[in-house]
């Protein structure tokens, strides 16, 4: 189980400022085991920050969040896997050197058998036979590493997944078998709980529960099926921006050509 607790996140609103701006707001969240859950909620509301803090790629300003009965508030990312925390980043980095099959080895912990590479790969819609060997370097399209790092939670098999937009830049077939996998996790039902940034309406229906998250609160939490016929009405009620001039900009200095 997932609990988060009054989490604050801020960061300066400019370099070298102390003024600060707060991307996660007092934000509490439990996420209990064997749930698919899906985080979801406008543009810049929090979802990928909320992600990061989780994993520990950042540190929040204040709250706590506790794994399985630990505080893992101040555990670096490599403690925070091994205790069973794995996270698919929205863009994911690249390895220049790095085979798919070694980076494949590196995630499971162990050698792995050729019969579960194909395995992995497949669940993702990549055929082994084309990519085990290939580096997983600037070569690779986007969709591709993507898939490929999907691949690699999926070899971790953690007992918590987070992952950031897995749809981005996925084509239509392999999201298909995208979905097919995920729910082929959850319906194992062993334990392990999946949580999916998504504004994918066809992941949101997958869901158990959702959390809409906006401005770094989380606005509305609860069962898809009472939540999804509200989503619709959340999205049509975002504020229009309204032009205000900052006091520190004169759009003159803003280049207009490059
Ligand atoms: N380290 C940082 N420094 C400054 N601003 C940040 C930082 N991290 C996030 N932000 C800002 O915080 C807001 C939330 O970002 P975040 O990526 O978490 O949003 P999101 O809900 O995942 O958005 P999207 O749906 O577009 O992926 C954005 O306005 C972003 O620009």
Redesign the pocket.
């Known amino acids: 189980m997932l609990e988060i607790k009054d989490l604050v996140f801020e960061?300066p609103v400019s370099e070298g400022s102390s003024e600060k701006?707060r991307?996660i707001d007092n934000l509490s969240l439990t996420i209990d085991d064997d749930k698919f859950t899906v985080i979801t909620?406008p543009?810049?509301?929090?979802?990928?920050?909320?992600a990061k803090l989780i994993m520990g790629v950042e540190v929040p300003t204040s709250g706590s969040i506790v794994f399985d009965g630990t505080d893992i508030t101040e555990l670096p990312i490599d403690e925070r896997a091994k205790l069973g925390i794995g996270y698919g980043f929205?863009q994911p980095a690249r390895f220049k050197g790095m085979k798919v099959k070694k980076l494949l080895d590196i995630a499971a912990g162990k050698k792995l058998p050729m019969l579960s590479c194909n395995e992995y790969l497949s669940k993702v819609g990549l055929c082994s036979a084309n990519y085990l060997t290939r580096e997983v370097d600037k070569n690779l399209s986007g969709g591709e590493v993507k898939r490929i790092e999907i691949a690699t939670i999926l070899a971790r098999d953690p007992k918590l997944a987070i992952y950031d937009?897995p749809e981005a830049g996925i084509d239509l077939w392999s999201f298909d078998r995208l979905t097919e996998t995920f729910r082929d996790i959850h319906e194992a039902r062993d334990g392990r709980s999946i949580v999916i940034?998504s504004?994918q309406e066809r992941i949101i229906q997958l869901a158990d529960d959702i959390v809409w998250?906006k401005d770094g609160q989380v606005e509305a939490q609860g069962p898809a099926a009472e939540l999804i016929p509200k989503l619709g009405l959340m999205a049509k009620s975002n504020p229009v921006c309204s032009f205000t001039q900052p006091p520190e900009l004169h759009l003159t200095e803003i280049p207009t050509t490059c």
């Open positions: 960061v701006r991307i909620g543009n810049g509301g929090g979802k990928s920050t909320l929205q937009e940034i504004h998250l």
